[in-house]
């Protein structure tokens, strides 16, 4: 088993930066890539960001230019650096890895618990 423990979120204003980080512990996965995505009640989870194993990013439109998602070499923590916030972003903000547990080759996906972030003056 793999968990994900989310941090940094909060209360910000319009305009005011976070940095969420995600730290997994558990068994060891060869990752196919991690991610962060986000829900408010009554919508579905939507994909916010994700970072392949070999460094490749994507970003869903609204965040591109606001959003960064990195890691460190080892592939934990993976970070979302949040700049120039909107009332727009708020959210509980997942985050969740794919990847292949040992001696198996079916991808597993797991997620963190979410953190809240809230942007209001």
């Known amino acids: 088993q793999v968990q994900l423990v989310e941090s940094g979120g909060g209360l910000v204003p319009p305009g005011g930066s976070l940095r969420l980080s995600c730290t997994a512990s558990?068994?060891?996965?060869?990752?196919?890539?991690q991610g962060w995505y986000r829900q408010v009640p009554g919508k579905e989870r939507e994909l916010v960001a994700t970072?392949?194993?070999?460094?490749?990013?994507n970003y869903v439109e609204s965040v591109k230019g606001r959003f960064t998602i990195s890691r460190d070499s080892a592939e934990n923590p993976v970070y979302l650096q949040m700049v120039s916030l909107k009332p727009e972003d708020t959210a509980v903000y997942y985050c969740?890895?794919?990847?292949?547990?040992?001696?198996?080759?079916?991808?597993?996906?797991?997620w963190g618990q979410g953190t809240q972030v809230t942007v209001s003056s």
């Open positions: 558990g068994s060891i996965l060869r990752v196919i890539d």
């Open positions: 970072i392949t194993s070999d460094g490749r990013t």
């Open positions: 969740n890895v794919r990847g292949y547990p040992p001696m198996t080759s079916v991808p597993h996906v797991y």
